[in-house]
């Protein structure tokens, strides 16, 4: 048998006769360098391979810490081993002292023990001081500070205290500290002997029979041995103890080359041979004693131990023949009840099972009818779809399909009969989702390919609704796309058609001309063909986008029905046109989702799937109005080539722009978009025309301002009306009153001295009536043309500061002498001008208020470009002023200047000067308003005054009484008198009485 032992195990034998101790050590298997390599492997280094050997362990030992161990801080690292590393112990290092025991047990093979006591009980014993050098001595243990411990107890139970401190607590952890009893746990009973009756009562028996064997034991005297030693050896009474723990281990076997070794040490026999010859004998004998002693201490255990259980071995052999006694009783029992299950079985079990089996026998023939039914309709399904193909029900016929397709996967799957038929199902689907999409593209063509005059609403509405279905059905996003094309394609039919007619009904063309193209055939209509072509083309265009409009309405309303939408009812449209244009203006319905149809199968396609079928419909919309203000644009180019709307008067492009705004907005209220293309031709044109007309009424006034001689004319009648008109109405209703005039007679009647303007006589030139005839036609065509509102204010501003800047060259720069031959610039030349600056100035804040509530928010600040022309006239008005009192001026300096205060009186040079007031007066008395008269007399009098204060000073003359003073006075007089008397001026202040040097 094995006996276990320690890693390393010294066996100690006393043998007969003999004092000394026999030291023998085992040693456990280890990593390659380990003490398992060789007996002695502490005698040499491994790694080193050196020839030095060590005598101790403690020599041994010394080597490995400086050769081959490494501190790292206060860490110790083993670097014994194959490449310097230490299979055995961890590479972070240890202390002091388990690197010290890792040497001895890892790489010395010495256990170390802290007593002998314990070195005895593991079979090891130390070497006494008188020991070999040759034998392994044992390292002492290295005290530290952590071996001195003691326990709370120990410190509490001091043996030196007279008696236990009381305050050993809160001297520590304060006053607060309480000693309080520890009360009993509430979730734990209160237990009493009485809980342990039952226990006791149980076990007393077994108890009772515990002490008896136990009694019988103590008194009974140890057995024999099985073995008995030889005479002369002491009886064997060993302990188990005494038998080293490698014979207890279960991988003891004598095969090993160690164990063997062990257990037989014929090396220390041979180790002897040369002391004694009959010492091997000796030794062998003695050895088979000690095994001999091994063996009889286990077989005295073994027999102890039988002996001590072999009441319990009885007892269990009792047992086992009880229990095979039940066992024969348990099996008659089970071989009856199981003839009574039989018995039952034939007489309860088997007529119920029988009814059950035939019940489910006829429960799967009616199943197997059921099936054979089912297989006979999906036979009839191909038949069936060609019929509802035959009578465009669509639906129906991939609702069967559907159906069909669930049927197969499901309750027919597996039949081989129907193998092929899914596939042809999908085949057939293929090929009506190809019918649906050739049938809505045929009904598509042959919708917007008829003529203009049958649109009269949607041709056979339930096939479109069929079809529309079946498209929906399969989820077919883009089947509108066939109107993008079949809507571009009529379009362009209906504008070459169109101009086609109105070209060959045309009888008047210029025949001098060869026309080769159709395109310049078009060129070559007068104004109103031209409009006739437009109105036609406009309405056959918005007639072919209301029919577009109403077929997609059906397709809304069809969308609807398949989302689950309430139905709207298809009213047939009797006439495609509510207007002039033909516009369709019914109002869009609001989806709807019925709540009776939440959830059904009538539901065809989901809210999302609507809503873009919805979009596209808007999207198509908007295309075909878009396309077809494409192709009007590019008519409109192809038109414009010879300057055809350039040379139109202002009320033929009016005319022109209104056909062609009224066409725009009747397509708005079709796709419900604004569009941009074909306004924006029309601005162009616009502006093109604008651009014309400007020059053209620049050209006319500049030529005019160059012939003008600056003379006052009279007023016709046809401008005083014009002017009453603005004053009336506004200038937006001059065209009006111009016609009404003429109807009336008005411009039959004679022309009047003065323009009248709100009580105000204004004497003009013809130039100044023709600028406020060009202001009233500007006002005129923003009206006519808002979009090019800016533009006219811009050339408006344009035109009156071209009228300003040429006056101001023409009289005050006196360009007017070399033009038209004037002499010279006189006084009424300039006052004339004067006044038509301050006419001008009159208009422009009415042209003001005219455009601000034309133009937009953003558009506003422009007019401040007619504050600076108003800037701009008045600051003439002023120059001229300023020249009139200059002239007289440099009259009186040059009359005064010879002048004397001496006979006769009055003198001439004052005479002179009354000549010269009287012509200034005659001048302008007839041209401007009493209040600038009066204004220049004013300053005219004065500027006198201050020339005779300069000649008084220069004569020497004061108001003393003399006979200067007398002369002078006399001229004051005359000079009075003569100013008193001119037209108007009698109450003027003119007292000269302030020229005298005081």
Partial sequence: ?????????????????????????????????????????????????????????????????????????????CRYGVNGVCTSLPLEGVSDKDYEDHILKNHAGVSRGPTSSSSS??????????????????????????????????????????????????????????????????????????????????????????????????????????????????????????????????????????????????????????????????????????????????????????????????????????????????????????????????????????????????????????????????HQTQPTIQLLLSTSEFVGALDLISTTQDVLSQELAGLQCFRHLSSQLLEMEKLIDKMLVADFQKYATSD??????????????????????????????????????????????IVKQTVIDIVSKTDDLDSSQTATSLAEQMRMLNFQQWKSLLDTLFTNIVKLLNQLKVSLDVVGRVGEQAAGGKAVTSKTVESATSDQHGIDTVSPQLFQCDPELAGSDDILITVAEYNRVINAIKELLCYACDFAHDRCTKLLIARSKDDFFEKLTPSQFVAISQTIEGFVTATEIVCGRKSTTLRGALQTQANKFITKFHEERKTKISLILDDERWKHVDVPSEFQGLVDSIAQEGITATSRCQSNDIRDGVMDRKPNEYLVVSGEKYAVVGTVLLLLKIIVEYCQCIDDIP??????????????????????????????????????????????????????????????????????????????????????????????????????????????????????????????????????????????????????FTKVNDSLKDILKKRLLELGVCNDGGPQHAFVSQDISHYTTSLHALSRLQDFSCDLTDIWIR
């Fill in 1 to 77: 048998m094995a006996l276990r032992s320690p890693q390393n195990t010294t066996n100690d034998i006393h043998r007969p006769g003999s004092d000394k101790l026999s030291h023998e050590k085992v040693d456990e298997k280890q990593s390659p360098i380990s003490p398992a390599d060789s007996p002695a492997h502490w005698k040499s280094c491994l790694v080193c391979q050196s020839v030095t050997k060590f005598r101790t362990v403690k020599d041994f030992c010394h080597h490995l810490r400086e050769s081959h161990g490494v501190r790292e801080g206060g860490s110790f690292v």
């Fill in 448 to 493: 917007l390919s008829r003529p203009v005059e049958s649109y009269n609403g949607v041709v056979d509405e339930d096939h479109l609704s069929s079809i529309v279905f079946g498209l929906l059905r399969q989820h077919s996003p883009n089947f509108l796309d066939v109107y993008w094309e079949e809507c571009s394609t009529a379009v362009k039919t």
């Fill in 787 to 936: 979009t090019v509102a800016p533009d006219i204010l811009n050339r408006l501003v344009e035109v009156l500061k071209m009228f300003n800047s040429r006056t101001c060259q023409l009289v005050l720069g006196a360009g007017a002498i070399q033009l038209v031959g004037l002499k010279t610039i006189t006084t009424k030349n300039l006052a004339l001008a004067s006044r038509c600056l301050q006419l001008v100035v009159h208009y422009i804040p009415i042209i003001q208020n005219h455009f601000s509530q034309r133009l937009s928010t953003k558009q506003s600040n422009m007019l401040k470009y007619l504050d600076s022309v108003i800037k701009d006239y008045k600051d003439h008005v002023d120059e001229i002023t300023s020249k009139l009192i200059n002239i007289l001026e440099n009259s009186f300096r040059e009359i005064i200047s010879k002048w004397e205060a001496k006979p006769p009186v009055p003198s001439v040079a004052m005479k002179n000067c009354c000549k010269v007031i009287t012509r200034f007066h005659e001048a302008i008395n007839e041209q401007l308003p009493h209040n600038q008269v009066l204004y220049l």
């Fill in 121 to 378: 009980r593991s079979g090891t014993r130390s070497p006494s001081p008188t020991s070999s050098n040759n034998e392994p001595a044992v390292v002492t243990e290295k005290w530290t500070i952590y071996h001195a411990t003691q326990n709370l107890s120990a410190v509490l139970n001091d043996p030196r205290k007279s008696r236990r401190e009381t305050d050993f607590f809160t001297k520590t952890w304060g006053e607060s500290f309480n000693r309080t009893d520890v009360q009993p746990c509430s979730h734990l009973p209160d237990i009493t002997k009485k809980d342990f009756d039952k226990y006791l009562k149980n076990t007393s028996m077994r108890f009772r029979t515990r002490l008896k064997h136990s009694a019988l034991l103590s008194s009974q005297q140890k057995p024999e041995l099985p073995v008995a030693l030889k005479s002369g050896q002491k009886s064997v009474t060993g302990k188990i103890d005494h038998v080293p723990s490698m014979f207890m281990q279960s991988m003891f076997t004598l095969e090993n080359q160690e164990t063997f070794n062990t257990v037989l040490p014929w090396s220390q026999f041979e180790a002897q041979n040369s002391e004694t010859i009959n010492r091997p004998h000796q030794s062998s004998k003695l050895l088979q004693e000690k095994l001999s002693h091994y063996l009889d201490i286990v077989e005295v255990q073994i027999a102890r131990q039988i002996s001590q259980r072999a009441d319990a071995f009885f007892n269990a052999m009792t047992s086992h023949d009880e229990l095979q006694e039940d066992m024969k009783k348990t099996l008659a029992a089970i071989k009856h009840l199981r003839d009574r299950l039989h018995r039952i079985d034939e007489v309860l079990v088997k007529g119920s099972l029988q009814i059950l089996t035939i019940s489910r026998v006829r429960s799967n023939y009616t199943k197997l009818y059921q099936k054979l039914r089912l297989m006979a309709t999906v």
